[in-house]
């Protein structure tokens, strides 16, 4: 029972374009959501994060959107960058159950 | 500078062998967790521990068991091997589920069970 999908297994883009990274939950229990971005060979690192209270939080080149009504968030990465190659990873907490969800991932490649 | 350290890197196991997998961090959290990732199945929780001297399920804790030995170390131990073990294991650090905040990982375990 995957309550987090990200139905993209993989992504490319070119330098300098806009990346979009989907993701879709069921559980209308989540209240918070985070993505991570993770290299080979290391363990996920933080990227951004949204309380289900906004639609919207940016940090830099990356903003997360929200809509609760179609339980879906998406990742947007402007300008994309050769570093930002990674593979992304939705999450979702439902404080009050203790629990945390997380989707299989969207590898982005970003080609010079 | 540690952060979230795990050892060993990598591991080959027979079945049926037990082995302990170790987790310290050096960032003073409370909570404490234990992942798996496998292909196409994103990360999934195994133990945490909410703080010291506490451990609960996750959503896939069957054959394993945890100890949180002190407020920096968080270990996961495999009684008898079995080849579905197959996986990368993470620990991570955090604050708890009530704060909101992102948990900080380590660099992963790859265990092989044969």
């Known amino acids: 029972d995957q309550q987090v999908k990200q139905n993209s297994p993989s992504l490319s883009v070119q330098e300098g374009r806009i990346s979009i990274l989907n993701c879709d939950y069921t559980?209308?229990?989540?209240?918070?959501f985070l993505w991570y971005k993770k290299y080979p060979a290391e363990g996920p690192t933080f990227l951004i994060s949204i309380s289900s209270i906004k639609d919207k939080n940016e940090d830099g080149r990356f903003t997360v959107f929200l809509n609760k009504s179609a339980k879906h968030l998406s990742l947007h990465i402007v300008p994309s960058q050769p570093g930002d190659s990674a593979v992304y990873f939705c999450?979702?907490?439902?404080?009050?159950?203790?629990?945390?969800?997380f989707g299989a991932g969207t590898r982005l490649t970003v080609k010079p | 500078n540690a952060g979230v350290t795990q050892t060993p890197k990598f591991q080959v196991l027979k079945t049926g062998q037990s082995m302990t997998l170790q987790c310290a961090q050096d960032m003073n959290h409370n909570s404490m967790y234990w992942y798996r990732q496998d292909p196409g199945m994103g990360l999934r929780l195994i133990y945490y521990s909410a703080s010291e001297g506490t451990t609960d399920k996750g959503e896939v804790p069957n054959g394993y068991n945890v100890s949180r030995l002190n407020k920096r170390e968080f270990s996961l131990r495999l009684e008898s091997a079995a080849p579905s073990q197959t996986s990368v294991y993470f620990c991570?650090?955090?604050?708890?589920?009530?704060?909101?905040?992102?948990?900080?990982f380590g660099d992963g375990t790859r265990l092989s069970i044969l």
């Open positions: 991570a650090g955090g604050t708890g589920w009530y704060s909101n905040q992102p948990q900080h």
């Open positions: 559980n209308s229990m989540f209240d918070y």
């Open positions: 999450a979702a907490s439902a404080v009050y159950n203790n629990d945390m969800r």
